[in-house]
């Protein structure tokens, strides 16, 4: 039996492949996704290993606020540069060699900053000890720069940008752009450091352009040979100050690839996310197709039922068939994943996240995951058709054009569905109203509900079907012909698998609609909040608008001609009421470039806070504020103002300081934004002035209102176009659900296209048939999931607290104009396989 | 329409088979033409050239002062519309329309108007004129065989082919559709060629040809049931 079930397989080899093609795009998916990930953590690691392999020991400093351990503004403090020789000089000390670190960026020759979106790090090392082994720096080419005319650059850039040894090249840290010649090409460790720039110092010059003078961020340290690692440790903590930290070398590289592999992570959970939405619409597929396949075959199972088969062993026979799909499908899904890992690593560059990557790492996980998972989704959506497939009379055998018997629950399928929908919203609804819930058990509820929901409709669906294809199919019909008249009726045909076809596209156009409303509630709020807030005439960002940029700017602009007020919002981290969070500084300046909405009592300065922190806190004006930096030190501050911030947005976080508080407590400040005022307003003269003053700071940009709002909103777009590509996959898999339920109907009427073309339809008339049929099931499922995904945008941002709801017009034109076109995309072989059908053969066809 | 030296011959070299052997008829006007045999004669393979499905290895078949054996599919779907009616063993109705919309499928493929006095009386003709808004489903087979030969003449085609118009019809229903397409030359004067292998759909031709062998080997004008039975019996001798 088991033997007739796979030989049955192999004479349908087409209508096999039809319903694994769902399933290996969804395994590869999540094959692609782990070996992306997997390959990028292994950079990483690969990446800390080698850079600390000289070392036995590193030193770093460390931020008594606990978290940030890196060398970012406002992040670990340096520490004195007095410790190195007290270092070199403990007993077990072989040597060691230490730098000074800052984010910097290198400047092309076209005055514009490289890797704006990547970053660049920047170093000042010791060039008589840099070539000692113990420094992750290595020398490619060239020389060390050994005064502060000189720059050494990494080896990508200089490949890619056409920089040699001996080329001028600019550089900024946290002050003006400078020029350098360059010495020398490096790179650091033996690893890919991804889109990363890297501009090398001598440590003087690094210790002035980084504000960092008779300071160190790190030490390497090589023990004497036979020293245990503890043993060295023990004796460098106790020199150690307590803004400084030691670790073995070992251990600093699995705590900087453990810092990298939790964002690495994220990464991961969000692209199996999408794999599994994938894997969800695939099971919807797979489940219609064998439900077509099935029926097709039902005089098939009927033979075989009077030949003597049991119920059970047809069950068999189908089930065995799905777990051969389903493997194989699982199969060639695992190893296109190896290809998809290598497109979505492109994306991913191309909106400008370029990770370091060793070479591509297939684990024994990827592989068991792919392949069970393939599977067992495969056999799950197989069920239903197969228990269909036990309920087929061997009297079928001998009835021409005998049908599938009706499934056991059929007669229960409206009120199932009417249940099923009815629990749906509910959850939904729990979710997105009941506000004594936390926000993860509400968009749990949600999630949930959205899954239930899809389910319900897919359900109800096929009531829908008639009366959503006669609108729908409506224009074909008046001005399709006959062929846009059948085609309709074809639609109409079958509810239950035209509904099904459509349901599978009907997920994914939800979820990209559910994106596109939330992205425009964002926007808009978002635009909203800016055209509240913005009274300046410019706002001054870094090249990227998010990494804070160096105050140098905002001060070089003060003094440009027709400035009035210029005002900044610094950015840090601060521990307050026990918790490390964001803290914004600035200036008494702030009031007359940035509408604030201030709570009655405030005066209208800095320190002030945000109402919902002041209520959760119990402040007042007048209470007192205790932050802890980074560097240890404590501010103690008395609170003048309440703000409430609009919802869209703000440039302030919970707490903020004054600018004067901020530049004495943090070591580097940098500013977030800045907002400036001229006389005469916003004019091409200003403007012209502002980016004069700002020549030497080509991190930081000058911006109007509008293109400011611009800028910011980059962030959501590019995270938009990022879903939506994620989210066609899934639509690209319902396609193919379009495809082989067309293919199937080509098939099963045979002979009625046979006889339609003998009364004379042409070729062409048939083509354009089955095109329309395909339309308006894109149609149909366009009209179900675009208002499901209206309808789930507006609870979704209605359940974390979003109030601003903006169906987007403009977009769900292009997703509907986008069904059509994916309609005929999918038509496209069904419709060339109709229109081939040789008539003599179809009116034959048994 | 007129057929020349017809030879169909499938597959190459030692192991080709001659369905036809070489063939040549021709069909008046306002006659209706049994083409009978045994099973393997020949005899569908002769109607599918005849009505251009199929393309013969060698030989001519003119309907209507044309070559059909050299025109491409889409001529050849055209003068399908145009000059040739089918009636099927099977009936092949689409099963989504009502009977009168399948009667008037070839004209609104062809995108053309039905003349309401020929629909009318061809309805009542063939019977089904209280039948109109049924659907196959909600027809007995005879009902359905009515509806496909209205659908094969509402064109008025030059020439109809039925292949075993009764061959899935209990006795009496197929002595009735037999009734109808013998009444459709009679009273349209339509061209009729029709395959079948019952001696009695045969009695209805004007003209019976017998093919063996991919060869019409016996015509017998107007013959009776009998003598069909006799020539066929001596065929399978």
Wanted: net charge positive.
């Amino acid at each position: 039996m088991i033997g007739v079930a796979l030989k049955g397989l192999l004479g349908r080899k087409l209508r096999a492949s039809l319903t694994a093609i769902a399933i290996v795009l969804g395994i590869a998916m999540v094959s692609g996704t782990y070996v992306l990930t997997d390959t990028i953590k292994a950079g990483f690691s690969g990446l800390f290993t080698t850079v600390y392999q000289g070392a036995d020991a590193i030193v770093s400093g460390r931020s008594a606020i606990g978290g940030g351990d890196q060398n970012g503004p406002g992040l670990a403090p340096s520490f004195d540069e007095t410790l190195l020789p007290r270092v070199r000089a403990l007993p077990d000390v072989a040597d060691a060699g230490g730098n000074v670190a800052y984010p910097t960026l290198l400047v092309g020759r076209n005055g514009k900053v490289m890797a704006a979106q990547a970053g660049g790090l920047g170093f000042g090392i010791d060039p008589k000890r840099a070539d000692d082994a113990i420094d992750p720096l290595k020398l490619v080419s060239g020389r060390w720069p050994t005064n502060g005319t000189q720059i050494a650059i990494d080896v990508a850039t200089s490949e890619k940008k056409n920089f040699a040894v001996g080329d001028m090249i600019g550089a900024v840290a946290s002050g003006a752009a400078h020029r350098y010649r360059i010495a020398g090409i490096v790179k650091l460790g033996d690893a890919s450091i991804g889109g990363t720039t890297l501009a090398v110092f001598d440590l003087a010059t690094g210790q002035r352009i980084f504000h960092k003078q008779g300071k160190l961020d790190t030490i390497y340290v090589k023990s004497k040979s036979g020293v245990a690692p503890p043993k060295l440790i023990s004796e460098l903590r106790g020199i150690l100050p307590p803004t400084a930290q030691v670790r073995s070398a070992a251990a600093q590289a699995k705590h900087d690839t453990d810092n990298t592999s939790s964002f690495t992570s994220i990464i991961q959970d969000f692209l199996l996310a999408f794999a599994g939405i994938a894997l969800f619409v695939g099971s919807f597929v797979i489940a219609n197709t064998l439900s077509i396949t099935i029926a097709q075959r039902t005089r098939e199972f009927a033979t075989l039922r009077t030949l003597g088969a049991t119920r059970r062993q047809v069950l068999r026979s189908v089930i065995v068939e799905a777990l051969v799909i389903g493997f194989l499908a699982s199969v060639v899904g695992l190893f296109a994943g190896l290809g998809l890992a290598k497109l979505l690593n492109q994306l991913f560059v191309a909106l400008g996240i370029d990770l370091p990557k060793a070479s591509t790492v297939f684990a024994t996980r990827t592989i068991v995951v792919s392949l069970v998972l393939g599977t067992v989704v495969t056999l799950l959506a197989s069920l239903r058709p197969a228990f269909r497939a036990t309920r087929v009379e061997p009297i079928a055998a001998a009835r021409e054009g005998a049908l599938l018997p009706p499934s056991r629950l059929a007669r229960f399928g409206l009120p199932f569905a009417l249940v099923t929908s009815a629990a749906a919203i509910a959850l939904l609804l729990f979710g997105a109203l009941d506000s004594s819930a936390t926000t993860k058990q509400r968009l749990l509820a949600i999630g949930g509900g959205v899954l239930i929901l899809f389910f319900g409709v897919a359900l109800l669906a096929p009531r829908l079907v008639t009366p959503l294809a006669r609108v729908l199919g409506a224009a074909g019909a008046r001005f399709g012909g006959t062929p846009g008249r059948l085609a309709q009726q074809n639609a109409m045909r079958a509810p239950s698998r035209t509904a099904a076809t459509a349901s599978a596209l009907m997920i994914g156009l939800a979820l990209v609609t559910v994106v596109a409303v939330l992205a425009a509630g964002l926007k808009s709020r978002f635009e909203g909040s800016v055209h509240a807030l913005f009274h300046a005439d410019y706002a001054l960002t870094s090249q990227n608008g998010f990494i804070p940029t160096g105050i140098a700017s905002a001060n070089a602009l003060a003094h440009a001609p027709g400035v009035e007020v210029v005002s900044s919002v610094r950015a840090g981290e601060a521990k307050v009421f026990g918790k490390r969070i964001g803290i914004t500084g600035t200036d008494a300046q702030m009031p007359r470039v940035i509408s604030i909405d201030w709570v009655p009592g405030s005066a209208h300065v800095p320190p002030f806070v945000s109402k919902d922190y002041a209520k959760k806190h119990g402040l007042h004006v007048g209470s007192p504020l205790t932050l802890q930096v980074p560097s240890g030190r404590t501010l103690r501050l008395t609170i003048r103002g309440i703000i409430d911030p609009p919802k869209g947005g703000s440039p302030f976080t919970d707490v903020t300081i004054p600018n004067a508080v901020f530049d004495r407590a943090y070591a580097n400040p940098a500013n977030l934004y800045s907002f400036i005022k001229m006389t005469g307003g916003v004019t091409s003269e200003n403007t012209t002035r502002l980016n004069t003053a700002l020549q030497r700071f080509p991190d930081a940009k000058v911006q109007t209102e509008g293109q400011f709002e611009k800028s910011q909103e980059q962030g959501i777009t590019l995270l938009l176009n990022l879903l939506y590509v994620l989210l066609s996959l899934s639509i690209v898999v319902s396609l193919f659900g379009i495809v082989n339920t067309l293919i199937l109907t080509v098939f099963e009427r045979t002979r009625e296209l046979g006889m339609l073309r003998a009364v004379g339809m042409t070729r062409r008339q048939v083509r354009n048939m089955i095109r329309y049929e395909s339309v308006v099931t894109a149609l149909i499922g366009a009209a179900l999931g675009i208002p499901i995904g209206i309808g789930l945008g507006a609870l979704v941002g209605h359940a974390i607290a979003y109030p601003a709801f903006t169906i987007p017009w403009g977009t769900i034109v292009v997703f509907v104009v986008a069904a059509v076109i994916a309609g005929l995309l999918a038509a496209i072989f069904p419709a060339r396989r109709a229109g081939r059908l040789n008539v003599l053969e179809a009116l034959q066809y048994e | 329409m007129q057929a020349r030296d017809l030879v169909r011959r499938y597959g190459e070299g030692a192991t080709a088979v001659e369905a036809l052997r070489g063939i040549s008829l021709e069909v008046q006007a306002g006659e209706l033409v049994a083409v009978m045999g045994p099973s393997g004669s020949g005899k569908s393979t002769l109607m599918h050239i005849l009505a251009g499905l199929d393309k013969p290895t060698s030989g001519t078949v003119t309907i209507a002062g044309e070559e059909i054996t050299s025109l491409d599919d889409r001529k050849l779907t055209l003068l399908r519309r145009r000059h040739i009616g089918f009636v099927f063993q099977f009936f092949n109705l689409l099963p989504m329309l009502t009977a009168e919309e399948n009667v008037l499928l070839p004209l609104s493929i062809a995108g053309t108007k039905p003349e309401q006095r020929w629909l009318d009386d061809l309805l009542s003709r063939t019977g089904i004129d209280n039948r109109r808004t049924h659907r196959p489903s909600e027809l007995s087979g005879g009902q359905q065989q009515r509806v496909a030969i209205a659908r094969s003449l509402v064109s008025r085609p030059t020439i109809l082919f039925a292949d075993e118009p009764t061959g899935n019809l209990d006795s009496r229903t197929g002595g009735e559709i037999l009734d109808l397409l013998r009444e459709s030359v009679d009273a349209y004067g339509q061209t009729t060629v029709m395959v079948t292998h019952e001696a009695r759909a045969a009695a209805i031709a004007d003209r019976v040809l017998f093919i063996a062998d991919g060869l019409i080997v016996r015509e017998l004008e107007r013959a009776t049931a009998q003598q069909v039975l006799d020539v066929m019996a001596g065929l399978d001798a």
